[in-house]
C-alpha cells in the first residue's frame, strides 16, 4: 500500500530537514515501505502513522503461561549479562528505551521519540510519563542516565562495551530534566537508537540507586513483575497491574530452566511448557513433525565467520581467498545445514534483510574454473595443505566438513582442528587464543539489528576480533562514513563500497545468516520473540 504524500509533507514540516532524506525517498520510490518505517524509527519519527506498541490486547485474558529457557550462567546481574538464558529472562520484568521489532524497526518503550543533532554526534530522547518501578518509585530521565553510566563504565564488567566502544563513554550521557535525556557521543552514529535498544541486550532501564540486588527483586518497569525465584530451577512472574500500558493478559508466567537445548525440548514435545525463546537448527525436524507444535521463523543476521590470515602464508594473496569463497556452494550449504532456514551471505556483514545493504551487488557463486584460475595465477595452482581451527558448536562441525569438501576441489588439503568453545576462544587475545591466531577458522556471530559491530571488531584494522588480520585503510574510511551517515541513501552508498572492497578483498566468507527459531504449542497468539531470544508474552494467550 503506497504512502500518502499528504502525510509525507506533514512529516517534513514536523521534523524539518534532518529527516528530509528519509521522507523523500518512498516519494521518490527508492525506499519501500518496510525499510522507511525502520529509518524514521531511527530518527524517532514514532507516530502511530507508523506503530503502536501499546494497541487493546487481542487475545483471551487470564490463565497461566509456561516458558522454557536455559538456565541463566552466573547469576542475573543485567551489567554482566550475555548468556541466552540471562537475557531471555532480563525482558520478562524488564524494559528497553525502544525495542527492536522483528521487521528490524525500532519501537518506542520507555522512550517516547528520540532525535539526532545535524552531524549525530548527540542524540535528545524523551522519556515516557507515567511509569514506575515495581517497587513504587516513579522513572525519570535520571534513571535512564545512571543505566547507561552503568553499562559505559570501562572499569566494570558491562557486556555493552563492545557496543559502545567509540561511540558512548562514561560521562556521555546525561540528564537534562526529568524527561529527558542527551547522549552525547565520541563520534556521529547514525544509527545510535539501535545501542540503547533491545539489540544490546542488557540494556534493561533500573533505578538510579540500583546497588546489584536484581537477582533477589529483579525490579523493572515491565507488564510482569517477580513473584518467586528458585536459581536452580526457575522462576515466576504476575500481572503489573501498575503497568503505563496495556495490562498483560496471562494471569503469570511460569519460568522453568534446563540444563541444555535437548532437554528444553524435550520438556516442550512432553507438553510440560508451553514455549520456547530459542529453538537449535539442530532440533527443529523433530518439532516441525509435531502437530501439536509449531515453529516461529525470524530472519535474523547470526552467522558463522570464516576467517583467513591476510598476513602470513597462502593467504596473503587475496585471489586465493577469493578462490575459497568461489569454491562454496552457498544455497547447498544453507539447505544441507539449516534446511534452507537462512539467506545467503555475500562475504561482508550486510545480510540481505538489512535496509542499507546494496542489493544491486552481483551474488557470488560457486565458480571453479574462476576459482581455478585465481589459484593458478597465485602461483598455489597445485594447492597446499592448510589447518581449520573451528568449534564444536552448533552447525560449525558440518560446515567446516562442507568446507573441506569444497576446497578440495582446488587440490587444498584442509584438516579440520575441532575444539570445544572454552578450548577456541581461550584467553581472547592475539597470541593466546586459537580463535585469533588461526591460519583459517570459523566463529559463531549473534544477531544484530545493525552490522556496526560486525563492520568493525573482526574486520576494522584496529579491530579486537580480527582474526584474519586484515588491514585496510580505505576500508576503515569507508565503515567510518557508514556509521556517522544520518540517512538511509548515505548508508547504502557506503554500504556498496563496503561491500565492493570485502568482495574484493574476501579476508572473511559470510556464506550465510541463519534464522532464528523460537517454538510454541499450537494455538499460542500474541507472543513476539526477538533473535536474540527475547519473549514478550504480555500479549500472549494460548487457545485450548
Not at 89 to 112: H, I
Not at 295 to 320: C, E, W
Not at 511 to 532: H, I, M, Q, V, W
Request: proline fraction near 6%; glycine fraction near 8%.
Amino acid at each position: 500500500m503506497p504512502f500518502d504524500p499528504t502525510s509525507l509533507d506533514a512529516l517534513r514540516r514536523r521534523y524539518g530537514p534532518i529527516a528530509i532524506a528519509a521522507i523523500d525517498g518512498p516519494a521518490a520510490g527508492r525506499l519501500n515501505r518496510r525499510d522507511f518505517l525502520r529509518h524514521c524509527a531511527v530518527l524517532g519519527i514514532s507516530l502511530p502513522l507508523f506503530t503502536a506498541t501499546q494497541q487493546a490486547r487481542a487475545g483471551v485474558p487470564g490463565g497461566t503461561l509456561r516458558l522454557g529457557q536455559i538456565a541463566p550462567v552466573g547469576g542475573l546481574e543485567p551489567v554482566r549479562v550475555a548468556d541466552p538464558g540471562g537475557v531471555t529472562q532480563l525482558a520478562m520484568c524488564g524494559e528497553y528505551l525502544c525495542v527492536n521489532g522483528p521487521d528490524f524497526t525500532l519501537r518506542p518503550s520507555l522512550a517516547t521519540s528520540w532525535s539526532p543533532n545535524r552531524d549525530g554526534s548527540i542524540w535528545t530522547f524523551k522519556i515516557r510519563d507515567g511509569v514506575t518501578f515495581h517497587d513504587g518509585k516513579r522513572l525519570t530521565a535520571a534513571d535512564v542516565a545512571a543505566t547507561f553510566e552503568r553499562l559505559a563504565n570501562p572499569d566494570g564488567e558491562s557486556n555493552a562495551l563492545s557496543m559502545f566502544e567509540g561511540y558512548l563513554s562514561k560521562g556521555g550521557t546525561r540528564a537534562v530534566d526529568a524527561a529527558t535525556v542527551e547522549f552525547h557521543l565520541d563520534a556521529p552514529h547514525g544509527q545510535f537508537p539501535y545501542l540503547v535498544s533491545s539489540e544490546t541486550v542488557n540494556a534493561i532501564i533500573l533505578p538510579t540507586d540500583y546497588r546489584g540486588d536484581y537477582e533477589r527483586t529483579q525490579v523493572g518497569t515491565g507488564a510482569f513483575k517477580l513473584a518467586q525465584y528458585a536459581p536452580d530451577t526457575g522462576a515466576s512472574f504476575v500481572r503489573n497491574d501498575s503497568y503505563w500500558g496495556a495490562k498483560a493478559l496471562p494471569d503469570r508466567v511460569e519460568v522453568t530452566y534446563f540444563a541444555d537445548d535437548a532437554a528444553q525440548v524435550e520438556a516442550l514435545k512432553q507438553g510440560k511448557v508451553d514455549i520456547l525463546a530459542r529453538l537449535p537448527h539442530a532440533m527443529a525436524l523433530t518439532i516441525a513433525a509435531n502437530p501439536a507444535l509449531q515453529i516461529i521463523r525470524m530472519p535474523s543476521t547470526a552467522h558463522n565467520q570464516l576467517h583467513m590470515r591476510a598476513d602470513t602464508g597462502p593467504f596473503k594473496d587475496p585471489r586465493v581467498r577469493r578462490a575459497v569463497a568461489l569454491a562454496l556452494d552457498r544455497p547447498k550449504i544453507a539447505e544441507t545445514l539449516l534446511a534452507g532456514r537462512a539467506q545467503i551471505g555475500n562475504d561482508s556483514p550486510f545480510a540481505p534483510i538489512y535496509p542499507a545493504t546494496d542489493k544491486t551487488m552481483a551474488q557470488r557463486a560457486k565458480n571453479l574454473v574462476e576459482a581455478k584460475a585465481l589459484m593458478q595465477a597465485a602461483g598455489v595452482g597445485s594447492g597446499f595443505a592448510v589447518e581449520l581451527t573451528s568449534q564444536i558448536f552448533q552447525d560449525i562441525p558440518a560446515f567446516a566438513k562442507a568446507i573441506q569438501a569444497a576446497t578440495a576441489d582446488l587440490g587444498i588439503k584442509l584438516t579440520i582442528n575441532a575444539l570445544e568453545p572454552a578450548r577456541y576462544f581461550a584467553d581472547g587475545v592475539f597470541g593466546k587464543s586459537p580463535w585469533l591466531d588461526s591460519a583459517m577458522g570459523i566463529t559463531d556471530y549473534t544477531h544484530r539489528g545493525i552490522p556496526n559491530l560486525h563492520l568493525t571488531a573482526p574486520l576494522r584494522s584496529d579491530g579486537a576480533w580480527n582474526a584474519a588480520r586484515y588491514k585496510s585503510a580505505s576500508y576503515d574510511r569507508q565503515v567510518a562514513s557508514y556509521i556517522a551517515a544520518l540517512d538511509l541513501d548515505s548508508q547504502r552508498k557506503a554500504a556498496g563500497e563496503i561491500e565492493k572492497t570485502l568482495l574484493e578483498d574476501t579476508p572473511v566468507v559470510f556464506a550465510y545468516f541463519a534464522d532464528a527459531l523460537a517454538a510454541t504449542r499450537k494455538g499460542l497468539s500474541g507472543a513476539e520473540f526477538s533473535p536474540n531470544g527475547q519473549a514478550w508474552l504480555a500479549g500472549a494467550s494460548l487457545a485450548g
